[in-house]
């Protein structure tokens, strides 16, 4: 079957940087997508990644190794409003998108 | 406006009725889909669809139907809700195949009792 796990909490002091961990058992891989989910809100896309490697944006980058089926979020400088659930997600191509069941990231001041 | 909007954004129905979520989408966007958010879960895929004329199953689709009445418009039916319906329904769109992310509605919190 297809798999993703992630840790489901993790906490970050203000202004640190913070690691999200995502490993993926899955077949027909293309690649990995990130979202960020406050609190009541919608799943907000953050980055893909098809290629192994480090791909950024602004505070935000997220790698992939897809010999070890493994990738993660790293967000820098962060900030109180970063305190959200985080979702990595497979993409299998075709529409056949996994997701994981989250990581609820707290920023403490 | 959103480009995504889901209504109703909150319901509480009976076991047994049967009850529409809507989605509309300004995104201009030609793939649409509904997910369920359970504690815990994640998202699951309830159904798809590429196109007006194309629907398929996503892993959840017992209990659940669609229609796409039109490019922007996607709603999702449950015949009879069951209270382990209960849960946060979400709308997303995408286009090509998706790997530029999908925009998600606000959501629908359903609640059946």
């Known amino acids: 079957g297809q798999s993703l796990e992630q840790p489901s909490e993790v906490t970050a002091v203000e202004g640190a940087i913070v690691q999200i961990n995502c490993t993926y058992q899955t077949s027909g891989f293309y690649g990995l997508s990130w979202y960020q989910q406050h609190d009541g809100g919608a799943p907000t896309f953050l980055s893909y990644?098809?290629?192994?490697g480090l791909e950024e944006t602004g505070r935000f980058s997220s790698f992939l190794s897809r010999s070890d089926s493994y990738g993660y979020l790293l967000l820098q400088e962060l900030q109180m409003k970063d305190s959200a659930s985080y979702f990595c997600a497979a993409f299998r191509g075709y529409q056949k998108v996994t997701f994981g069941t989250g990581t609820k990231l707290q920023v403490i001041p | 406006d959103a480009d995504v909007t889901q209504t109703p954004r909150n319901r509480i129905t009976k076991t047994g009725k049967r009850i529409m979520l809507e989605c509309s989408q300004t995104k201009g966007h030609d793939r649409m889909y509904w997910y369920r958010q359970d504690p815990g879960l994640g998202l699951r895929l309830i159904y798809y669809s590429f196109d007006v004329k194309d629907i398929n199953k996503g892993e959840i689709s017992d209990g659940y139907s669609v229609s796409r009445q039109a490019q922007a418009k996607f709603s999702l039916s449950l015949e009879s809700a069951i209270p382990n319906q209960t849960a946060l329904y979400f709308c997303?769109?995408?286009?090509?195949?998706?790997?530029?992310?999908?925009?998600f509605g606000s959501g629908t919190r359903l609640t059946v009792v």
């Open positions: 997303a769109t995408s286009d090509s195949i998706g790997t530029y992310g999908y925009t």
């Open positions: 990644n098809a290629l192994d």
